[in-house]
């Protein structure tokens, strides 16, 4: 098959790691920057160029959009689809992930738990917002945070005021959670390719520190999920519509919690941390899924 891997990094880990794992099992594997193509949005002959090739002979492609390129990328995607050409991430899907307070409207009314979140309006009161979500501490994040770099705790009102004043300023949106303290600093991610969970870790922030990104220096550990956590992540990934998904989970008194969905998970640290091949059951997912669509047209 030729399959391509839509990515700006062709020497990033994840982007390596799904070449060598289709490489490996016999395909035609080439990496296409999106910021590159140009879209031909057309009824009869919708194509996508890059660099004067046109690119209807690839079979699938496999996208690795960067938060900060998803509306582009999910052009390009889209534009693939329109082709007729399999991704192992679909547009829409993509760009609802992307939107935290989006994605936690969708979980929350398929039934899926996730810490209380209130969304807060420029004009909103502060108190009330904090009162309803179960008093101090409460985690106040950027909704456009990646990294955790937008991710603050307040104890008090003074700090709670200064911080969403400071975002609020700059035109960013802004939601309030409540703090699950007992995850005491750890959260566990899951990665789900195809309906099935393939690899889980455990990230645990380091000490004085509560988010868990490894971006923040947290460490990772390989991690047993309950019945419970497998199955919330199975409905987390069916629910967003995403065939490849990293579902943060945080482990609460009242059960798994979801956090968040990422609809293009980094490899590098759940590969590094399990040993499981998830770039190899990505190009299984892209095989299955060829399969299954040459079948429909027969
Ligand atoms: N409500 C919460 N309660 C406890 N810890 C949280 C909560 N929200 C976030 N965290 C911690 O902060 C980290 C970053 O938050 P997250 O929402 O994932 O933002 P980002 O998208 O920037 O990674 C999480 O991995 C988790 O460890
Ligand atoms: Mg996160």
């Not at 690839?58 to 999910?74: C, E, K, L, M, N």
């Not at 969708?106 to 899926?112: E, Y």
């Not at 106040?140 to 008090?156: D, Q, R």
């Not at 947290?218 to 999920?225: D, E, G, K, N, Q």
Request: glycine share 10%; with cysteine.
């Amino acid at each position: 098959m030729n399959i391509a891997i839509l990515s700006r990094g062709p020497y990033l880990y994840s982007t390596r790691s799904l070449l060598r794992a289709g490489v490996a099992r016999g395909h035609y594997l080439q990496i296409i920057d999106h910021s590159n193509c140009s879209l031909v949005v057309d009824r009869d002959l919708p194509a996508v160029y890059c660099n004067g090739i046109n690119l209807s002979y690839i079979d699938a492609i496999i996208p690795r959009i960067g938060a900060s390129v998803t509306y582009p990328g999910a052009a390009v995607i889209g534009q693939f689809e329109a082709m007729g050409i399999f991704t192992s991430t679909r547009a829409d899907a993509l760009l609802q992930a992307r939107d935290k307070l989006r994605s936690l409207q969708r979980l929350t009314s398929f039934g899926i738990a996730s810490p209380k979140t209130l969304f807060i309006g420029q004009e909103q009161n502060l108190a009330d917002v904090i009162d309803q979500v179960g008093g101090f501490p409460v985690v106040i994040k950027l909704l456009e945070s990646t990294h955790g770099v937008g991710v603050l705790l307040a104890h008090n009102m003074l700090q709670a005021s200064s911080i969403v004043e400071a975002f609020q300023k700059t035109g960013q949106r802004v939601i309030v959670q409540e703090f699950i303290s007992e995850a005491e600093g750890a959260d566990i991610r899951v990665l789900v390719v195809n309906g099935e969970v393939i690899a889980a870790m455990k990230r645990q922030a380091k000490d004085g520190e509560f988010r868990s990104n490894l971006h923040r220096g947290a460490s990772a550990t390989p991690v047993l999920l309950t019945e419970q956590e497998e199955e919330v992540s199975r409905k987390v990934a069916r629910v967003m519509g995403l065939d490849v998904a990293g579902i943060d989970l945080l482990r609460s008194y009242r059960g798994p919690l979801v956090m968040e969905v990422n609809a293009s998970p980094g490899l590098e640290g759940i590969e590094t941390t399990t040993g499981k091949d998830v770039a190899g059951g990505i190009i299984h997912l892209v095989e299955s899924k060829i399969a299954e669509l040459q079948l429909q047209r027969v």
